[in-house]
């Protein structure tokens, strides 16, 4: 079998990215205080561009002859990214730093998965962990910014 490792990645993204959108999803429901006007929409972008990388990785899977996670229950047993009960006790700032943790998370697994794909010398795969890492780091850029931290990326 080829791209054992790779294909590997990329389930665990499936599950990852999943959670993350819930993530995503509870900040934009749950959110509350200074800038919600400006940052309640822009969860929707957030949540598109998760959904996005999604489908990618998903999609990438599947042209590999790999089976992504595909039900609730395998992506909750799957994903490495904490959540946190619905509940009102959060502040914004609180809620936009825990999806910081959580891209931090996946900035290190598209790298995880940038370095497997290319001992396997799965090239194609490795080119797409690099491009959505690229846009990983961007959010924890912009995000970093709006809390009024440096982004950190080469920390």
């Known amino acids: 079998m080829k791209y054992t490792k790779t294909k590997e990645v990329l389930n665990q993204l499936v599950a990852d990215l999943s959670q993350m959108s819930m993530i995503i999803h509870q900040t934009?429901?749950?959110?509350?205080?200074?800038?919600f006007l400006k940052l309640h929409p822009l969860m929707d972008e957030f949540m598109e561009e998760i959904d996005?990388?999604?489908?990618?990785?998903?999609e990438r899977l599947?042209?590999?002859?790999?089976?992504?996670?595909?039900?609730?229950?395998?992506?909750?047993e799957n994903t490495k990214i904490q959540d946190w009960p619905g509940e009102w006790d959060k502040t914004t700032p609180e809620r936009l730093a825990h999806l910081v943790d959580?891209?931090?998370?996946?900035?290190?697994?598209?790298?995880?998965?940038i370095e497997v794909s290319d001992?396997?010398?799965d090239f194609s795969t490795q080119d797409i962990f690099i491009g959505l890492k690229t846009a990983i780091e961007k959010k924890i850029w912009m995000i970093q910014a709006e809390l009024g931290s440096a982004p950190?990326?080469?920390a």
């Open 28 to 35: 934009h429901w749950y959110m509350r205080g200074p800038n």
């Open 52 to 58: 996005s990388q999604l489908d990618v990785i998903s």
């Open 62 to 76: 599947i042209a590999l002859d790999g089976s992504p996670y595909s039900t609730l229950k395998e992506m909750a």
């Open 102 to 113: 959580g891209y931090r998370y996946l900035e290190d697994l598209y790298q995880h998965g």
């Open 119 to 121: 001992v396997e010398k």
């Open 152 to 154: 950190e990326i080469d």
